[in-house]
């Protein structure tokens, strides 16, 4: 497995690719600046199997029309992919609604492409359908983390739907029981690992 970070859009989401042995790819939040992101995928001769959200806010889905390939999303945020409201573009940009085909995951799915297996993790907090997605094999302990968890900080929570008390939940119960040298991708800014935001994470104290 390879990996590719593409930081994209006003909002600088962190848009992952995920690459398997025989070059198909998986792609996390294509939020925006989809040109950047197709470009990288022609150089490198990739060939993108499905996009796999995070969350539906429309700083993580906007770039979504543009590929034309099945969208991943938790079942209990698949409203907000059809209402401008829920999704924050009414506020942010223009009404964004999405009509592709939609593949909805539960809690503790797998997701698979060829040798990678992701493991869903639901963190609700942020929206009602934040997921993480864990990475593991004998070399690497890998977790997407979405809006869930920052390097010091989480996401926000005032938004419809969002709730802080659930999010700590999330956070404490089931992200902190991870190994403590699992590195955590955030949706936004620079990458930390398990142990350190234990340490600093301050909710706990």
Known sequence: MKLKRITVGSFEVNCYIIISNSNR???IDPAAESKK?????EQNKITPSFILHTHA?????KGDKDFFLPIYIHRKDLPLLKDPLLNLSKWFTEPFTLESEIVIFDSDQSINLDEINLKVIHTPGHTPGSSCFL???HQSKILFSGDTLFRSGIGRTDFPGGCQAELIKSVKEKLFSLDDDTVVYPGHGPATNIGQEKEHFHFLK
């Open 25 to 27: 790819a998986i792609i």
């Open 37 to 41: 992101i197709k470009e990288f995928l």
């Open 57 to 61: 806010h429309i700083d993580h889905i």
């Open 135 to 137: 990475f593991l094999n």
